[in-house]
C-alpha cells in the first residue's frame, strides 16, 4: 500500500483543488496546511497527520472527501457573504467530543450545550450541502436569542429521517443509522426515536457516536455483545471523519450512562 508523507499529500491537495482560487501555506514544524481563499479573505486549517492516516486507509477516496469538504465549506463562505443569512428554519444540533474547540478561528464564543462527559452539542445553521457551526457573533444578524435557537434545533432533529440497517452478531442486534446528511450522530438527540427503539429493544439498549456520520443502537442480550459493540466502535471512531468518541452509553429510562460506569457498578454488585 502506497504511504504518503506531508509534503506529497500538499502536492495532492495542490492538483485537486484550484490553485488561483486559493493560497497554500504548509507549516512543515506543526504539519498543518493553511488555506486562504483570496477573494473572500477567509481560511481554514488542516491537520495533515489525520488526513494521512485516512488515506493509509481509503487511499483515494479520503483525498476526494477532504477537496469536498474544502470545496463544500468555502462555497458557504462564499455564499454567506453574498447572501448574508437567508434562513433561520434550518437549524440543526451536531453532536462533537467534548475535546473540539468551542471557539472559531475568530475567537468568537460557539453556541453549545452540555451533553454527556464525551460528547457536547453544538447548534450549526444548515447550508444545504454543508453547515456552519452558530457562534455569538451570529445572533444578532440571525435575530436569535440562544434558547430561540436551541429550541428550533430540538425540532429539526426529530424531523430527521430515522432509517437503518440491521445486524445480528452472536445474538445480539446492531441498528445503523447512516443518511450521511451529516446529522446522524445528531439523532442521539431524538428523545421519541429513542424511545421507539426502547420498546423493541429486548436486551440492554445502547447508544455510541463514534463518528459523526453514524448512530449505532445495539440491542446487547448477552455478554459477547459487549466486547463485539467495543471493538465495532472503535473501528468506526479510527476510520470517522469527524471522530466523536469511542465509547458507548446505556439507554434507559431517558438517560444516557458510560458503559464502563455501568461494568463497574456490575462488578462491584458481583463482589457484594
Known amino acids: 500500500m502506497k504511504q504518503l508523507k506531508s509534503e506529497q499529500l500538499v502536492e495532492l491537495l495542490k492538483e485537486q483543488l484550484n490553485e488561483e482560487k486559493y493560497e497554500f501555506h504548509f507549516d512543515k514544524k506543526y504539519d498543518k496546511l493553511r488555506l486562504n481563499h483570496k477573494t473572500i479573505d477567509k481560511g481554514m486549517e488542516l491537520s495533515l497527520p489525520g488526513i494521512l492516516a485516512k488515506y493509509n486507509d481509503k487511499q483515494e477516496a479520503a483525498i476526494k472527501e477532504v477537496v469536498y469538504t474544502i470545496e463544500q465549506t468555502f462555497?458557504?463562505?462564499?455564499?454567506?457573504?453574498?447572501?448574508?443569512?437567508?434562513t433561520t428554519t434550518h437549524i440543526y444540533p451536531v453532536i462533537r467530543a467534548t475535546s473540539y474547540p468551542q471557539a472559531s478561528k475568530e475567537g468568537h464564543a460557539f453556541i453549545t450545550t452540555e451533553h454527556t462527559a464525551e460528547t457536547r452539542i453544538f447548534y450549526a445553521?444548515?447550508?444545504?450541502?454543508?453547515?456552519?457551526f452558530i457562534d455569538e457573533s451570529m445572533l444578532e444578524a440571525l435575530q436569535l436569542t440562544v434558547e430561540q435557537i436551541r429550541e428550533m434545533a430540538r425540532f429539526s432533529v426529530k424531523q430527521l429521517p430515522t432509517t437503518y440497517k440491521k445486524d445480528e452478531v452472536a445474538g445480539n442486534i446492531f441498528y445503523f443509522i447512516n443518511v450521511n446528511d451529516g446529522y446522524d450522530a445528531s439523532r442521539i438527540l431524538n428523545e421519541s426515536f429513542l424511545k421507539e427503539m426502547r420498546a423493541q429493544v429486548e436486551g440492554d439498549m445502547t447508544l455510541s457516536v463514534p463518528h459523526q456520520d453514524v448512530l449505532i443502537i445495539g440491542d446487547i442480550r448477552n455478554e459477547t455483545g459487549y466486547d463485539v459493540l467495543a471493538q465495532m466502535t472503535m473501528h468506526f471512531f479510527a476510520v470517522g471523519t469527524v471522530p466523536i468518541t469511542s465509547l458507548s452509553f446505556i439507554y434507559e429510562d431517558g438517560e444516557l450512562e458510560p458503559i464502563f460506569i455501568l461494568a463497574k457498578n456490575r462488578v462491584k454488585k458481583e463482589q457484594e
Open 75 to 86: 462555497n458557504a463562505m462564499e455564499q454567506e457573504k453574498e447572501q448574508g443569512f437567508q
Open 125 to 132: 445553521l444548515d447550508l444545504g450541502k454543508t453547515y456552519r
